[in-house]
């Protein structure tokens, strides 16, 4: 299921800067590699958001974004 292509950078999370894309996209990543579910995801990403520079990791459109990535990989 899990593609390299897909994960490389090729996902637009929705953040306000490459290292804030990078930073969900290596958990979403890391979630998918280890099977975990959305939930999963959402509670790093509520983690990562206590940092000032990820904060808005727990936008709508970072959120919805997420979710499909998940549910493409059958684990939303």
């Known amino acids: ?3 390299d292509n897909v994960y490389s950078g090729a996902v ?3 953040m306000f ?12 990543t890391a979630a998918i ?3 975990r579910d ?3 995801v959402m509670s790093k990403l509520e983690i990562l958001a ?3 520079a990820y904060s808005e990791c ?11 990535v998940m549910q493409k ?3 939303a």
């Open 17 to 28: 800067t490459k290292d804030g894309n990078a930073m969900v996209e290596a958990v979403v």
């Open 38 to 40: 959305f939930t999963y």
């Open 73 to 75: 990989e059958g684990l």
């Open 1 to 3: 299921m899990f593609n």
């Open 12 to 14: 637009d999370y929705a």
């Open 50 to 52: 206590e940092t000032e």
């Open 58 to 68: 727990l936008d709508t459109e970072v959120r919805e974004t997420v979710y499909e």
């Open 33 to 35: 590699n280890m099977k």
